[in-house]
C-alpha cells in the first residue's frame, strides 16, 4: 500500500514520558501524521489528560501509563497495548527525567541512589521497553525504535549532572549495539541527541549564547525529529545518534 510521504498512518506508536512536555510533543507529532499513539506516563492521570488532550484535537491516541523502569509494568503495558491496537510499529523511550527531578549536584555531593535513579530511568527504562517490544517486530519484519539522549553525553557542563549525563552515555552505546543485531530483522534503531530545550528557567538565555539558532529547542522541535526517524522513508539510518541542538554544538 502507498502512503504520503512520512505519512504514519496505520502505524501504531508508543511513547514513553508523554504526558507533558517534550514527550506529548512527540506524541502529537505523530498522531497528526496519522499514527495511533499509545500515550506512557508514570503518573495515569497524566497519561489520560495528554491522551484526552489529544483526541480532543481529533487524534488518535488512548492512555498506557506505567513505570518504564519496572520490567514488569513495561510487559504488562506493551501486552495491554498489543491487545488494543493490534500492533506496535514505533517505540518512543522518552522518559529520562526521574519523578523526583533532576536534583543538579556535583558528583562528590551526590549519593548512589541519585546515581541509580538516573541509571534506572535512562538505561533500564530504554532496554524495558526494547526487551518488550521487539520480538513483535521482528516477527512482523518491521519496527523504528527512537530513544532520545542529550548532548550532555558528548560534552562537559559545569551544571552538576554527571550521573544523568553518564546514563545518557549508556542510551547511546545500547542503541548502537542493538541496531547491530536488529537491522536485517526490518528493525531500526536510533537516537536523537537534545541540546537546550525550553522546559527550564533560564534555557532561552544559554541557548541564545551557545547556539547559531538563537532560542531553545521545543517539544515540536522533538516530535519533528523523531517523525523522520520512526518514518518508513527512514529504513536505511539505523543506529545513528543525531543532535537536535540549533548548532551549540557541530562536532
Known amino acids: 500500500m502507498d502512503h504520503p ?21 512527540v506524541a502529537e507529532t505523530l498522531a497528526r501524521l496519522g499514527a495511533t499513539v499509545a500515550v506512557n506516563d508514570y503518573y495515569p492521570e497524566r497519561a489520560a489528560a495528554a491522551a484526552e488532550e489529544l483526541t480532543g484535537k481529533g487524534l488518535k491516541a488512548f492512555a498506557a501509563p506505567a513505570d518504564v523502569t519496572d520490567y514488569q ?49 535512562n538505561m533500564y527504562g530504554l532496554m524495558n521497553g526494547c526487551h518488550a517490544v521487539l520480538p513483535g517486530m521482528i516477527e512482523q519484519g518491521y519496527g523504528r525504535i ?15 549532572i554527571a550521573a544523568y549525563a553518564a546514563s545518557k552515555a549508556g542510551v547511546v552505546g545500547f542503541v548502537r549495539q542493538l541496531a547491530a543485531e536488529t537491522g536485517r530483522k526490518g528493525v531500526t ?8 530545550m525550553n522546559n527550564w528557567e533560564g534555557s532561552e538565555e544559554l541557548a541564545c549564547k551557545i547556539g547559531f539558532v538563537p532560542r531553545a529547542g ?15 522513508e527512514a529504513s536505511w539510518v539505523t543506529g545513528q545518534v543525531y543532535p537536535l541542538n540549533g548548532g551549540s554544538l557541530t562536532a
Open 146 to 160: 527512537v530513544a532520545i539522549t542529550s548532548e550532555s553525553w558528548r560534552a562537559g557542563v559545569p551544571m552538576g
Open 189 to 196: 534503531v536510533n537516537a536523537l541527541s537534545l541540546g537546550t
Open 73 to 121: 509494568q513495561v510487559q504488562q503495558m506493551v501486552a495491554a497495548v498489543r491487545e488494543r491496537a493490534g500492533t506496535i510499529d514505533i517505540y518512543v523511550s522518552n522518559a529520562g527525567v526521574p519523578t523526583t527531578g533532576m536534583g543538579y549536584a556535583r558528583f562528590l555531593e551526590s549519593t548512589p541512589a541519585d546515581w541509580e535513579s538516573f541509571v534506572r530511568l
Open 5 to 25: 510521504l512520512f505519512s504514519l498512518d496505520g502505524c501504531v506508536a508508543v511513547v514513553t514520558g508523554a504526558g507533558r512536555g517534550m514527550g506529548l510533543g
Open 218 to 232: 521545543s517539544p515540536a522541535d522533538v516530535g519533528a525529529g523523531v517523525a523522520y526517524l520512526a518514518s518508513r
